[in-house]
């Protein structure tokens, strides 16, 4: 409900948005009482990758809010437009300077309280030296039993890191509760 409130005017006419039921068993929708303009709040897609080096993980340290300083996969939105898999090359490039091939589904991850629909899949390497992009604090390889669960960014990242590593290490350590 907070994220309706962040919108007030209707972006074709200007004129106020109400809060307004349009069909039985949907959500509330923002409606222009002027000129009927229906505004959607559609969620964003995310796509990431979980990248694994020598039984090792990469992670990078967000240099941007939210979660400023935080562990998170290598990742970003997808553009208008942009196949969900070239958006996950290209924040990955972007971010760790590493080009990718694209793997299979890790998962898809969505939250009521969360405005973006996150799909990740495994990732290998093909090229490119790890180094940090300019939203990036620092990349690091990660052992298994050293993810730095306590300092993840996002739930997202972490259920993804927990499928994945349940799938294809199952003698992983377990994150620590």
Aim: aromatic content about 10%; some cysteine.
């Amino acid at each position: 409900m907070e994220r309706i409130r962040t919108y007030r005017f209707c972006p074709v006419c200007g004129e106020a948005l109400k809060l307004t039921h349009i069909k039985d068993g949907e959500p509330p929708r923002l409606v222009c009482a002027v000129c009927g303009f229906i505004f959607y709040l559609d969620p964003k897609v995310a796509a990431c990758v979980i990248i694994e080096i020598e039984n090792k993980i990469v992670l990078l340290k967000r240099a941007i809010e939210p979660s400023l300083g935080k562990w998170v996969i290598p990742g970003g939105y997808v553009d208008v437009g942009e196949p969900v898999t070239e958006a996950a090359l290209r924040e990955t490039w972007e971010e760790v300077r590493l080009r990718v091939a694209i793997g299979p589904l890790v998962g898809v991850y969505s939250y009521p309280e969360a405005t973006a629909i996150v799909v990740v899949y495994k990732a290998f390497v093909q090229d490119g030296r790890m180094a940090p992009g300019d939203e990036t604090l620092e990349v690091r390889l990660f052992a298994l039993a050293d993810i730095p669960w306590n300092q993840i960014a996002f739930k997202s990242t972490r259920d993804a890191l927990q499928d994945y590593l349940r799938t294809h290490h199952p003698e992983a350590p377990p994150e620590p509760r």
